[in-house]
C-alpha cells in the first residue's frame, strides 16, 4: 500500500457518498483541511499519511466499516481483506 493509494481510497471514499474530501473530513468533525492535497507533504516533501484517528472518525460519521473503506485500496489478485468474524 502506498502513501499514493491510501490518499486515493479517501477521495474515492468520500466521492461514494457524494462529498468533497474537505466536506468528508467536516462530517467526521475533522477540520476541513484534513485532507487537503496540500496537507499530504510536508514542506521538506516527506509524506503526511492520514492518521488512524482521522479515519476512524469519517467511518464512524457515515456509518461505515472499514471494508467499505478498504474496497477503495488495491491488493493482489489473491490476498483477502481479514476481518474479525
Not at 493509494?5 to 483541511?33: H, M, Y
Not at 487537503?36 to 466499516?65: D, F, V, Y
Not at 493482489?76 to 481479514?82: A, Q
Given at each position: 500500500?502506498?502513501?499514493?493509494?491510501?490518499?486515493?481510497?479517501?477521495?474515492?471514499f468520500?466521492a461514494?457518498?457524494?462529498?468533497?474530501?474537505?466536506?468528508?473530513?467536516?462530517?467526521?468533525?475533522?477540520?476541513?483541511?484534513?485532507?487537503?492535497?496540500?496537507?499530504?507533504?510536508?514542506k521538506?516533501?516527506?509524506?503526511?499519511?492520514?492518521?488512524t484517528h482521522?479515519?476512524?472518525?469519517?467511518?464512524?460519521a457515515?456509518?461505515?466499516?472499514?471494508?467499505?473503506?478498504?474496497?477503495?485500496?488495491?491488493r493482489?489478485?489473491?490476498?483477502?481483506i481479514?476481518?474479525?468474524?
Amino acid at each position: 500500500m502506498t502513501h499514493a493509494e491510501v490518499w486515493n481510497a479517501i477521495e474515492q471514499f468520500a466521492a461514494e457518498r457524494k462529498l468533497s474530501c474537505s466536506g468528508l473530513a467536516k462530517s467526521g468533525g475533522l477540520d476541513p483541511t484534513t485532507f487537503n492535497r496540500s496537507k499530504r507533504w510536508s514542506k521538506a516533501g516527506q509524506e503526511r499519511w492520514p492518521s488512524t484517528h482521522s479515519i476512524s472518525k469519517i467511518l464512524t460519521a457515515t456509518g461505515a466499516e472499514m471494508e467499505d473503506f478498504m474496497k477503495f485500496l488495491p491488493r493482489k489478485r489473491d490476498e483477502k481483506i481479514i476481518t474479525s468474524e
